[in-house]
Structures are given as structure tokens and as C-alpha cells.
């Protein structure tokens, strides 16, 4: 049974509009919230965090929510750029060691 | 920093054969990892080392061994290897187990006949 669900395995979106990545999670004990970028060939990179104190942090283009009584979690990217063509994981538990990861979304930015 | 580093890149094994993916770190990282990732699933925990000399198990540790006699290096040794072994394997490094961001390795595709 799958602990971190992304029920989208592809997303495209036109080049300058926003991305919306989903994460669903069944435990209600998970306080860490991560999601990595992986290119193709290449190692996954860390992207953006969010503990359950919280419900959304920024960091440039790229925000995170958290709805805790939804057990739900969404990446946006604002605009969308070609360069954010990539695999999206996301991984959540009760400790940023102790991490569950979905299977990812690929999301395909269009020109 | 060449970062994390990873080989070979690519292995085909025949069912039974055994074989060392290595794994080595620049960085002076305490913490070592690593991951098998199969399709349609998650990153899932092999194995895991807090320093040197000091190894233990993650989610899926059967038919994989590990050591970790210096900082740098951390190979993950496949004694028997089985078709359910057939996976991309990814090896991470970070500063202390509680520390948020990690550092992936590019990988090793390895296929089990």
C-alpha cells in the first residue's frame, strides 16, 4: 500500500504558465514534506521543503502547500520554464531521514 | 567537487553472479545512502551509514551488503544476484542524517538476467 501517491504519472504545460504537482499521503504522523527534481542520467536534486508547521513556502518561482486535513501537498511553478522539463518526486515522513517517496510525475513543458 | 560519483554506469549480471556497485563522495558528508528506484514506485532505502564503520539496514536491505571503512566510500555489494534485483540504483551523501538536503549520485542501471 502506498504511503506518498502522485496519482499523475505525466503533466505538459505551455512554457510560461503554471504547473501544479500533486502529492497524496495516508499518515497523519508525516511532519516533513520534500520534493526533489530529477533530469534524465542524472542523480534526483533537492528542491523545495515544507515542515507541518507550515502551510506554503516559497522560494522563487517555486511554492509548496500543505493542506494537513487533506493529507495533500502541491508544487506550483510560476511561470513555467522549457528548463523545468523533468521528473518531480515527492517524499514525506515523520523526519526528513525518514522519508517515503512517491513515484513521480514527468512534466513536460511545451514551447 | 566532483559531488557524488557512481560506477559503472551500466551492469548486466546473470542470475547468481556477484558484483560491487561503488559509490564515492567528495564532500567530507558523515551520512551515506542507497536507493533502488523501479519503475512505477518510489526511491526505497537500501541501506544506510551515519561514518565510517557504521552501517545499517533501510527498507528493502535483503541480498545487498554494505561497509563504509572510509568517509568517502560506500559500496553496495550484491552477493547472489536475482531478476528482482533489476533496478537503478542511487547512491546519497549529506552532512548528518538529520541534515534536509542529500546529494544523489547519477545512478547505476543494473539488469539482472
Known amino acids: 500500500d502506498q504511503q506518498v501517491k502522485q496519482n499523475s504519472p505525466s503533466l505538459s504545460v505551455q512554457e510560461g504558465r503554471i504547473s501544479i504537482l500533486n502529492c497524496d499521503y495516508t499518515n497523519s504522523m508525516f511532519d516533513y514534506f520534500l520534493w526533489y527534481k530529477k533530469y534524465p542520467a542524472e542523480g534526483p536534486t533537492f528542491l523545495i521543503s515544507i515542515s507541518s508547521i507550515k502551510d506554503k513556502n516559497e522560494d522563487g518561482r517555486f511554492t509548496v502547500f500543505l493542506n494537513k486535513s487533506a493529507k495533500h501537498l502541491s508544487l506550483h511553478i510560476v511561470p513555467s520554464q522549457p528548463g523545468d522539463s523533468a521528473v518531480y518526486f515527492c517524499?514525506?515522513?515523520?523526519?526528513?531521514?525518514?522519508?517515503?517517496w512517491g513515484a513521480g510525475t514527468k512534466l513536460i513543458i511545451k514551447p | 567537487n566532483a559531488g557524488v560519483t557512481q560506477t559503472p554506469k551500466f551492469q548486466v549480471l546473470k542470475t547468481g553472479q556477484s558484483m560491487t556497485l561503488q559509490c564515492a563522495q567528495d564532500?567530507?558528508?558523515?551520512?551515506m545512502s542507497w536507493y533502488r528506484q523501479d519503475p512505477g514506485m518510489g526511491l526505497r532505502l537500501i541501506h544506510y551509514?551515519?561514518?565510517?564503520?557504521?552501517?545499517d539496514q533501510g527498507e528493502v536491505p535483503n541480498g545487498y551488503n554494505v561497509s563504509r571503512s572510509t568517509t568517502e566510500d560506500f559500496p553496495l555489494r550484491l552477493l547472489s544476484a536475482a531478476p528482482s534485483q533489476t533496478s537503478v540504483y542511487f547512491c546519497?551523501?549529506?552532512?548528518?542524517?538529520?541534515?534536509?538536503?542529500?546529494?544523489f549520485g547519477p545512478g547505476t542501471r543494473l539488469l539482472v538476467l
Open positions: 564532500m567530507n558528508h558523515e551520512y
Open positions: 546519497a551523501s549529506r552532512w548528518t542524517r538529520t541534515q534536509e538536503t542529500q546529494y
Open positions: 551509514s551515519v561514518g565510517a564503520g557504521i552501517t
Open positions: 517524499a514525506a515522513g515523520p523526519s526528513n531521514y525518514q522519508l517515503i
